[in-house]
C-alpha cells in the first residue's frame, strides 16, 4: 500500500509538472486530467472515497469550462507538444 501511494504522489507530482511545463491549452488539459484523476485516486486510497468522487466531479466540470475559453482564446493551427525543445527546456527548468 505503501508503494501504491507512492507511486500516486509521483505521478501527482509529474502531472503538475505537465500542466505547467506545456504552453499549448490542447496538451496542457491532458496533463490537468491526468493530475486530478491521480489525487482523487490517492484520496480515494486514503479511505476518503466521498471527498474524492466529489473533488473530481468539481475538477472535471471546472476544467472543461477554462479549457473551451482557453482554447477559443488561443487558436493555434500548430500548437507546440512536449516533444518540443523549448517545451523539454521549461519542465527541467533549462530556459
Same mark, same amino acid.
Given at each position: ?6 507511486? !500516486?504522489?509521483?505521478?501527482?507530482? !509529474? ?7 506545456? &504552453? ?6 491532458? @496533463? !490537468? ?18 471527498? @474524492? !468522487? ?24 500548430? &500548437? ?16
Amino acid at each position: 500500500m505503501v508503494y501504491f501511494l507512492l507511486f !500516486l504522489a509521483v505521478c501527482f507530482v !509529474l502531472g503538475g509538472l505537465a500542466v505547467a511545463s506545456n &504552453p499549448s491549452p490542447y496538451y496542457g488539459v491532458v @496533463g !490537468l486530467v491526468f493530475t486530478s484523476v491521480v489525487g482523487c485516486g490517492w484520496l480515494v486510497s486514503l479511505g476518503m472515497s466521498f471527498v @474524492g !468522487l466529489v473533488l473530481l466531479m468539481v475538477y472535471l466540470g471546472g476544467m472543461l469550462v477554462v479549457f473551451v475559453y482557453s482554447v477559443s482564446l488561443a487558436a493555434d493551427p500548430f &500548437p507546440e507538444g512536449w516533444g518540443d525543445w523549448r517545451v523539454l527546456g521549461y519542465g527541467v527548468c533549462i530556459v
